[in-house]
DNA sequence: ATGAAAGCGCTAACAA
DNA sequence: TTGTTAGCGCTTTCAT
């Protein structure tokens, strides 16, 4: 039939197909009801029979926006991340947009080029989980409009809206917990203690042992090293005179779990609280007592603060939602359920 | 100074601020040798005092190509899938890329809209864990120069690039391993079975238990289901007959620690090897024993493959890179390693 | 070494 | 209701 078509075809082949005009075909894609019935049907048609896709980079360039939304989190990986992932994309989803995910490694520069990227990339919003909330390391970069929200770590002086959970009170409650159980010698291992997050999560547990009149203690643990490495941690898991951890994070917990293994019984030897839940930790023996973290409503609800701002919520003042954990008690507290 | 400039500046402004034509302009952001050095450092200097940014989707337009790469998974927070992802985005930025990721939902009419969805953002390329390989789900509805790499499962009748593991080999060798134990009645809990991935280590396993004169039996699980939901499997968790137990995915062994949880001891009323590695396989009491699936190596092979097609590798025939897994010993099979 | 002009695929005035 | 005409921001012949 007609010349070698190699390219795909656009909305100007599909006009010229239907013997419309340009704009009367854009119109259609477009579901305007300005058009005659039965011209919507045949260009249609025309659409279905050359396979015709719109270019959503075109569009994007028109409109000025992309209708992407970048998310940018420490690591891929962790389950935390995943599932607060999983749920911006299906949020995103549900309203026409695509995520384009990226992660900064722990890492502040390449978290500043990431972000650059994805600016460049004309992203219409941004989710971050920042690898450091104690600067702001990147608001000199972002251009007039973009919206970003933070999730899990604030960015301390900035006022983006941001979704958090209560750390402080949650971890104040978890040492109070196992308090409650008699132990006495409780010691807190910690991560990046520079975050916002941890940061809290140290003072709830400081606030609760001063005031059972007990020694706080912690333990700092270099994130990427193996228990080999972290011979603090090391240390603690053997020390037979520490009576519970509460580790601070997934990754904390990870690590203790390891130290733990060849040197005491949880639960009997040591009691353990592990801020961060995940898939598994019921079927640990004993099964953990965990602070768990509501890591897909964390995303959800970032989600929903960023689509409503792109949907031209003009609210001067910062959304800032806090959402409750919940401490599921198992047993290596010392707690005897089931 | 200048008038009131409300949105971006553009290398149109660029160039009139530093006096000098478009064309040079876009020159001196290309890194194109062939302007005064003079020249350069001013428009360098004019680039970075205005904030200019480059708009990646005029350039894709223009280029008809995007640097971005779609990647769709059954489920983002599975480990597994997680691992890869991390592994592709890591690839595809030392590379220039931006990852757009979506998840099926194990859902095939979901996965033929999300990656309408990614066609028409001009992704330049796609990697794929299909929902489904037994049938080409999508084919038809992929331009033409889209590269295409299937990864972990792959699609039935198709020519794309893929990645995968070797499922049948390795199901035997796991299964071996448990009759060389001693175990007679080993049962086998799958989920998916329509699977080619699946259906291959169910094969594995079945294979594997003929030639010992065993007889293979298998329970087939309902991923959504919780445990309760799942009869089947919690009577063969029950059922003390069951000798030894085969998980063929991470999300069968999810389901069956569960059952096991509340009816045996692992390990000594039960054998159980897991396919699919996770964290915490070696906390566990016992600790797992594991068919551990390289999911970070999957991920970097699909997108240097994908990268490689991008950069012109213009072979007929399609690579189909098999990895091998590895067999991780430890107690849960009945090793008393350590 | 540099610039003028055309155009990637689409949408938005503004007419008709 | 429909079409004409400009661009969105960038790259790229083809001159100079």
Redesign the pocket.
């Known amino acids: 039939m007609a010349a070698e078509k190699k390219?795909?075809p656009?909305?100007?082949d599909?006009a010229r197909e239907s013997?419309?005009?340009?704009?009367?075909?854009?119109?259609v894609?477009?579901g305007s009801?300005?058009?005659?019935p039965d011209?919507v049907a045949r260009i249609q048609a025309v659409m279905s029979r050359l396979g015709?896709?719109?270019?959503e980079?075109?569009?994007g360039?028109?409109?000025?926006r992309s209708s992407a939304i970048g998310m940018i989190v420490p690591r891929l990986s962790d389950p935390f991340y995943a599932s607060a992932i999983e749920a911006v994309q299906q949020v995103a989803r549900e309203n026409g947009y695509v995520v384009i995910v990226t992660s900064s490694a722990n890492d502040q520069a390449l978290e500043r080029s990431e972000i650059s990227t994805l600016v460049r990339r004309q992203v219409d919003g941004l989710i971050i989980a920042t690898a450091n909330g104690k600067h702001d390391n990147f608001s000199d970069i972002l251009p007039e409009g973009l919206q970003v929200i933070t999730i899990d770590e604030p960015i301390r002086g900035a006022a983006y809206d941001s979704v958090t959970v209560t750390n402080k009170q949650s971890a104040r409650e978890a040492t109070q917990h196992m308090i409650d159980h008699g132990d006495r010698r409780i010691v807190a291992v910690v991560s990046r203690p520079y975050l916002h997050t941890c940061a809290e999560r140290l003072f709830g547990y400081t606030d609760a042992m001063k005031q059972a009149g007990l020694a706080p203690q912690h333990c700092v643990v270099d994130q990427e090293g193996s228990i080999e490495r972290n011979r603090a941690v090391k240390d603690i898991c053997a020390d037979p005179k520490v009576e519970a951890i509460f580790t601070l994070n997934w990754v904390c917990t990870m690590l203790v779990l390891h130290g733990l293994k060849q040197a005491k019984k949880i639960g009997k030897d040591v009691r353990l609280i592990s801020f961060d839940d995940f898939e598994l930790a019921e079927m640990l023996s004993p099964s953990l007592t965990v602070v768990r973290q509501p890591a897909s409503e964390l995303g959800r609800e970032a989600a929903r603060l960023l689509l409503g701002r792109l949907n031209g919520d003009e609210s001067e003042k910062s959304h800032r939602i806090v959402l409750p954990t919940q401490l599921v008690l198992r047993n290596s507290c010392g707690c005897h359920s089931r």
């Open positions: 390219s795909a656009t909305l100007e599909v013997g419309v005009s340009l704009k009367t075909a854009s119109r894609l477009n009801l300005q058009v005659r011209k015709y896709r719109p270019n980079l075109a569009r360039l028109k409109a000025k």
